[in-house]
C-alpha cells in the first residue's frame, strides 16, 4: 500500500521559511514526477512545483522563492519554501505520479498525503 506522509508545517512569520518533507512507502518513485500542491479555504488545490528525472517545474508564484528537491536513496521529496508571505497560506500537499513526464495537473497524480498546515502572519 502506498503512503505519502508530509511533515514540516507550521506558522512563521512573513518572510520566513520553512521545509517541508514528504516520506514516501510501499514503492519507489525514482523514475516518476512528484510534486507539491497547496489548497486555501475555499479555493481549489493549486499547482506548486513538480520534479521529474529531466528537472524542476514551479508554479510563477512561488519562482525563485520555492525549491522542490528529492533523495531517492531515501525515497524523499521535499519543498523549501523562503520569502514566505501570508498568501502562501494554505493546506500542502505532496503528490506522486505513475507518469515520468511534466506533471502539473491534480488529475494528473495517483497518490497523495494528507496534507500539512503553512500560516504565514503578515
Known amino acids: 500500500q502506498v503512503q505519502l506522509v508530509e511533515s514540516g508545517g507550521g506558522l512563521v512569520q512573513a518572510g520566513g521559511s520553512l521545509r517541508l518533507s514528504c516520506a514516501a512507502s510501499?514503492?519507489?518513485?525514482?523514475?516518476?514526477?512528484m510534486g507539491w500542491f497547496r489548497q486555501a479555504p475555499g479555493k481549489e488545490r493549486d499547482f506548486v512545483a513538480t520534479?521529474?528525472?529531466?528537472?524542476?517545474v514551479y508554479a510563477d508564484s512561488v519562482k525563485g522563492r520555492f525549491t522542490i528537491s528529492r533523495d531517492n536513496a531515501k525515497n524523499m521529496v521535499y519543498l523549501q519554501m523562503n520569502s514566505l508571505k501570508p498568501e502562501d497560506t494554505a493546506v500542502y500537499y505532496c503528490?506522486?505520479?505513475?507518469?515520468?513526464?511534466?506533471?502539473?495537473?491534480?488529475?494528473?497524480?495517483?497518490?497523495w498525503g494528507q496534507g500539512t498546515q503553512v500560516t504565514v502572519s503578515s
Open positions: 503528490a506522486a505520479s505513475l507518469r515520468a513526464g511534466v506533471v502539473v495537473t491534480t488529475t494528473r497524480y495517483d497518490y
Open positions: 510501499g514503492r519507489t518513485f525514482t523514475s516518476n514526477s
Open positions: 520534479i521529474n528525472w529531466s528537472g524542476t
